[in-house]
């Protein structure tokens, strides 16, 4: 810390002390410690587990359609309720299924027949030529049997 920091901190702190404490009006005062009082109330009223039938932003009355309204939902949603299918749907269903997956089998078939056919030789060489490259007693072209 140099000379030019302490004046500056001398300084300061005599201003600081020049500084005189001011009383808040009493009509502040009174508002600040309400605060306090208000604000546990309205969690006390929020908390309320009937808080909303209270009075608010709009009329007690308004509350009588939604009433009316929850059961006329729940008959609907009764009565919207998927029917079951016949046995003879399910019957139906399975056998598409059946054949879906039939599908799905040969088309699996033919690709990894299409794959093993383009892929299958050149990969068996990629891998046994370098092998084959550092055993001396294999001098004989590399001609591989297919099944």
């Not at 009329?59 to 059961?71: E, H, I, K």
């Not at 399975?94 to 030789?121: P, W």
Request: net charge neutral; glycine share 2%; proline share 8%.
């Amino acid at each position: 810390m140099n000379t030019d920091d302490k004046t500056l901190d001398t300084q300061i702190d005599a201003m600081m002390e020049q500084l005189t404490i001011e009383k808040a009006p009493v009509s502040l005062t009174f508002r600040l410690n309400r605060i306090p009082e208000e604000e546990s109330r309205k969690a006390r009223n929020k908390s309320s587990r009937w808080s909303w039938l209270k009075a608010g932003p709009f009329p007690r009355w308004v509350l009588a359609p939604a009433f009316a309204a929850v059961p006329l939902l729940a008959i609907i949603v009764v009565l919207m309720q998927p029917r079951q299918p016949s046995p003879a749907e399910i019957q139906q269903a399975r056998q598409d299924l059946a054949v879906a997956f039939a599908y799905i089998d040969k088309v699996g078939l033919l690709t990894s027949n299409e794959i093993q056919s383009v892929l299958g030789a050149e990969l068996r060489r990629g891998v046994k030529e370098p092998l084959s490259e550092h055993m001396p007693f294999t001098k004989q072209p590399l001609k591989e049997e297919t099944t």
